[in-house]
């Protein structure tokens, strides 16, 4: 059987986790369906909307309005996939109507901005009730996350829980037995992520005489005013902005840092995470986290177990944590421990995906009456 993963651009630098999720399928051909062509491409079946003549203006025309773009429907005429995988609200809702005129069920996969902050925006909440109507199935990527969709109105009883995947052979767990104070944020440089408060906590400790770095990985409309507090703060010597960071060289940063910092908060727009990637990496990698009581984060971190938790917005308390695991090498090299265990039983990217194809084939049963479903468990 096939599945249609649509994105309107696919993929960002940053999305990786659909990334893993695409070319781990086991029962489920996957077939990309795409209007701008950009990162992790080979080796795909990815079929691109057209840009030019009448056909590209009216599909550019259908994209702009959130309607199904017409190159849709003959992709389905020809590969007749079972289902579509729609990834991210707006993405997914330019799918319904293509979805409803082939008698195709759609799945949504919603990952955290499309779950707070969308839906307040000017003519999503309409869109938002016809999408709760429309959709067969949702994927929240944490219990937080599901709690945000039922209070929008999506029934509990359609909605999954299926955590971000990591292929955990990729990632090598070195096991840490003490902390220094080389530290690393990862992100693009926006008010959730909490950049500020990093910052904020570099200072206090180089007021406190601790000999700190660090390193920030990462672009975004934040990355001026984040220079400008640090040059105010006077820790310009103690920070670098390293700019954007491709994934696989995070990865190997992991290694060459001490702890990683991620103090996310609820940003002022309403905008939150789900689980962060980066949590999940770092995690598997044995650095320790130190992260914020925010959204799914607890969920994954659990204080002075897998990790160290800190008050949102609470630079005092985060400067007190990269203490804590300087001065305390036992802790470090339990939450290093408890930390890879955790992500293992929960977010091995194999378990993930046969979550994912066996709810295909919930969805797909339900869908299409008591066909036969060939999947193999």
Not at 161 to 178: P, Q, V, W
Not at 267 to 292: C, F, K, L, N, Y
Request: hydrophobic share 40%; net charge positive; charged share 25%.
């Amino acid at each position: 059987m096939k599945v249609i993963h649509f994105k309107t651009t696919y993929l960002n630098l940053s999305e990786t986790f659909i990334n893993r999720l695409v070319r781990n399928h086991k029962s489920f051909e996957p077939i990309i369906a795409t209007a701008f062509k950009k990162q992790y491409l080979d080796g795909l079946n990815i079929y691109e909307m057209p840009k030019s003549g009448i056909s590209g203006l009216l599909n550019r025309m259908q994209l702009m309005f959130n309607k199904s773009p017409a190159f849709l429907d003959s992709l389905i005429q020809k590969e007749k996939p079972s289902v579509i995988h729609g990834h991210f609200a707006l993405d997914s809702y330019r799918l319904i109507s293509a979805a409803s005129r082939n008698k195709i069920p759609l799945i949504v996969n919603f990952y955290g901005y499309d779950v707070i902050r969308l839906p307040k925006e000017f003519g999503w909440q309409s869109r938002y009730k016809r999408l709760i109507e429309k959709a067969d199935h949702c994927i929240a990527g944490s219990q937080d996350m599901k709690d945000n969709l039922m209070a929008l109105g999506f029934p509990e009883s359609r909605i999954e829980i299926i955590k971000l995947g990591m292929d955990m052979d990729s990632i090598r767990f070195e096991h840490r037995a003490k902390a220094g104070l080389n530290l690393m944020m990862v992100g693009r440089m926006v008010e959730k992520k909490g950049f500020e408060y990093a910052i904020k906590a570099i200072s206090i400790l180089k007021e406190q005489n601790y000999q700190v770095h660090l390193d920030l990985f990462g672009d975004g409309p934040l990355q001026t005013s984040l220079r400008e507090l640090s040059l105010k703060l006077n820790v310009e010597k103690e920070i670098t902005f390293r700019g954007t960071t491709g994934n696989e060289d995070i990865v190997k940063e992991l290694y060459n840092h001490d702890s990683l910092l991620v103090p996310s908060v609820q940003a002022a727009d309403g905008d939150r995470e789900g689980i962060p990637q980066t949590i999940v990496e770092g995690m598997a990698s044995g650095i320790p986290i130190i992260g914020s009581t925010h959204a799914g984060i607890p969920e994954l971190i659990e204080d002075r177990v897998t990790g160290l938790l800190v008050r949102e917005r609470d630079a005092d308390n985060l400067a007190r944590s990269v203490v804590s695991l300087y001065e305390n090498p036992e802790l470090v090299s339990l939450i290093s421990k408890n930390g890879r265990e955790k992500v293992v039983r929960n977010h091995c990217i194999h378990e993930l995906v046969n979550k994912t194809e066996l709810l295909y084939d919930k969805v797909i049963q339900k869908y299409y009456g008591n066909k036969k479903v060939m999947h193999k468990i």
